[in-house]
């Protein structure tokens, strides 16, 4: 038997369907994710939002009697709960397109911790101030309301960012985020409310931040999962 005879005849594919050939003749080049830009959008358009929010609510009336260390003491480590979880949300290591699912989750379950021991432990007070202690725990929460509704803008933008960006771990991530934007929620509360028992600092302030990120990770990967 000859070596030609073994040999198989040239394969030739079907024809391209017309439907398809269509299809590939309608797409269009997309734009990438940009996550540091991103994050940047989020950070200014989630402050700005917090400052038109404390505008209307308007400042502590007892923001002068307190340590000034204090005042900008818990403004910075609100700050940095707002911006250190929406980051490791947002923008993926050098050189990866996955989050940060780890330091993600870390940064949510520290900035929940760190409040409300902060809350609890901390808690300077000036003849302006309110105590309303367990007695009247329950009428503070106005202040959680408050909290969250300033989470939605950092929750809702990173959502929309995030869409289809997370083919694991979207849950986790969505509960950085929410973490992210209840510290936002709480560093508008710094400001505006003058109650300044441990029950309502270390539960209500800093409630905001677990509550906002159990409801995100509910809630967020609705919308970031493509399915």
């Known amino acids: 038997m000859s070596k030609d005879s073994l040999s198989l005849p040239a394969f030739r594919p079907p024809p391209m369907a017309a439907e398809l050939e269509a299809e590939l ?3 269009t080049p997309i734009t990438t994710r940009r996550p540091l830009r991103q994050l940047a959008i989020v950070c200014v358009g989630s402050l700005l939002y917090g400052a038109l929010l404390l505008a209307v609510l308007s400042l502590r009336v007892d923001a002068t009697e307190l340590p000034v260390a204090w005042m900008i003491g818990g403004a ?3 700050f940095l709960g707002f911006v250190v979880p929406c980051y490791l949300a947002l ?3 050098a050189g990866s397109m996955l989050s940060r699912q780890r330091y993600a989750i870390a940064a949510a379950l520290t900035a929940a911790g760190f409040f409300v021991a902060m809350g609890w432990m901390i808690h300077p007070s000036g003849p302006s101030s309110v105590q309303y202690g367990l007695e009247r725990f329950v009428q503070g929460h106005w202040c959680l309301e408050i909290g969250l509704a300033t989470a939605l803008v950092p929750v809702i933008l990173g959502a929309v960012f995030l869409r289809g960006a997370l083919p694991v771990g979207s849950r986790w991530i969505a509960a950085s985020l929410g973490a992210g934007g ?7 509360l710094h400001f505006h409310c003058r109650i300044t ?3 309502h600092t270390g539960i209500i302030h800093a409630g905001v931040v677990t509550v906002a990120a159990l409801l995100s990770a509910a809630l967020v990967p609705r919308a970031t999962d493509v399915r």
């Open 25 to 27: 003749g309608t797409l």
């Open 76 to 78: 910075v480590a609100w």
């Open 91 to 93: 923008v993926p290591a």
């Open 182 to 188: 209840g510290s936002l929620g709480g560093l508008v």
């Open 197 to 199: 028992d441990p029950w």
